[in-house]
Nanobody
Framework: VQLQASGGGLVQAGGSLRLSCAASGRTFSRYAMGWFRQAPGKEREFVTAISSISRGNKTIYADSVKGRFTISRDNAKSTLSLQMNSLKPEDTAVYYC????????????????????WGQGTLVTVSS
């Protein structure tokens, strides 16, 4: 599967952005999907993930974004979304979407190695 992330941009602190990740192919609904981010000079970190619909569309969030970010998926459109509200300067990063063929939120859902496919990233900049 190929993933294409979009929707990044410049926003003031407290503002909102919605990221999208378009997936090719007809197997999108079977995958667990995740969002990671990488700030300048830092390692890529887990943001949030959602299981496949057959696994209950379960979601999980990093503590740093819980209550502010919402992950969702539209299987009919093969699209993953990330609604980001109450943005903070520390949310500034390149955001990547990723897909896990297993479909479940495995025990290592927060690790890059749990995901099989990656998008190219979209830059989010939050100004103070």
């Amino acid at each position: 599967v190929q993933l294409q992330a979009s929707g990044g941009g410049l926003v003031q602190a407290g503002g909102s952005l919605r990221l999208s990740c378009a997936a090719s192919g007809r197997t999108f609904s079977r995958y667990a999907m995740g969002w990671f981010r990488q700030a300048p000079g830092k390692e890529r970190e887990f943001v949030t993930a959602i299981s496949s619909i057959s696994r209950g569309n379960k979601t999980i969030y990093a503590d740093s974004v819980k209550g502010r970010f919402t992950i969702s998926r539209d299987n009919a459109k093969s699209t993953l979304s990330l609604q980001m509200n109450s943005l903070k300067p520390e949310d500034t990063a390149v955001y990547y979407c990723a897909a896990d063929r297993d479909g479940i939120l495995s025990h290592d859902y927060y690790r890059r190695s749990a995901y099989d496919y990656w998008g190219q990233g979209t830059l989010v900049t939050v100004s103070s």
